[in-house]
T-cell receptor
Framework: DAKTTQPTSMDCAEGRAANLPCNHS???????VYWYRQIHSQGPQYIIH???NNETNEMASLIITEDRKSSTLILPHATLRDTAVYYC????????????FGQGTTLQVKP | GAVVSQHPSRVICKSGTSVKIECRSL??????MFWYRQFPKKSLMLMAT?????????EQGVEKDKFLINHASLTLSTLTVTSAHPEDSSFYIC????????????????FGQGTRLTVV
């Protein structure tokens, strides 16, 4: 699975959009981009995933660049409960579900 | 989403004793589950892949005799930390992926809530 690079930490004001970048320049054509988050002392939570097209669900939007070498997770209206570590993971969906976590981005949402 | 439950959520044990952690898939059958450990302020580290009805596959550097994994049914995997030492104190997390064909239509992994082990 391809390696990802994320900023170590980010701050965001409550109510504003949080944009979390991820670089995955070595991604291959059949690898998906997955985002998970981990709130302190809990198990990771699935957020969203995509292959080429931008994706949106009730939690977030995922914007993938045309060359697929980077992506951005957007939380449209961040709340204090969105404070967490956000992990960007690239993997084949054909694998068994094994996830290799990088260091992630610690997002601090401030009042 | 699918539900994965871990038990216990928190355990304290004495050095030299063994501790068993359970991971259950509550509303789906999981032929494969995964065990991770996480040290404070660090990322999750995959320890092993638990396969129903067969031996677990351990990641490099993980002692299989230290961390015994049993996946005896399609809904339960257990991790036993044997002869625990203080350095085994950590946050242990399991996950499971819903296999295709069980009507979920998605491919994300679901995680348990984690077990915090403290060895004193």
């Amino acid at each position: 699975d391809a390696k990802t690079t994320q900023p170590t930490s980010m701050d965001c004001a409550e109510g504003r959009a949080a944009n979390l970048p991820c670089n995955h320049s070595t991604i291959s054509g059949n690898e998906y981009v997955y985002w998970y988050r981990q709130i302190h002392s809990q198990g990771p939570q699935y957020i969203i995933h995509g292959l080429k097209n931008n994706e949106t669900n009730e939690m977030a939007s995922l914007i993938i660049t045309e060359d697929r070498k980077s992506s951005t997770l957007i939380l449209p209206h961040a709340t204090l409960r969105d404070t967490a570590v956000y992990y960007c993971i690239v993997r084949l969906t054909s694998n068994t579900g094994k996830l290799i976590f990088g260091q992630g981005t610690t997002l601090q949402v401030k009042p | 989403g699918a539900v994965v439950s871990q038990h216990p959520s928190r355990v304290i044990c004495k050095s030299g004793t063994s501790v068993k952690i359970e991971c259950r898939s509550l509303d789906f059958q999981a032929t494969t589950m995964f065990w991770y450990r996480q040290f404070p302020k660090k990322s999750l580290m995959l320890m092993a892949t638990s396969n129903e009805g067969s031996k677990a596959t351990y990641e490099q550097g993980v002692e299989k005799d230290k961390f015994l994994i049993n996946h005896a049914s399609l809904t339960l995997s257990t991790l036993t930390v044997t002869s625990a030492h203080p350095e085994d104190s950590s946050f242990y997390i399991c996950s499971a992926r819903v296999p295709s064909g069980q009507g979920r239509g998605d491919t994300e992994a679901f995680f348990g809530q984690g077990t915090r082990l403290t060895v004193v």
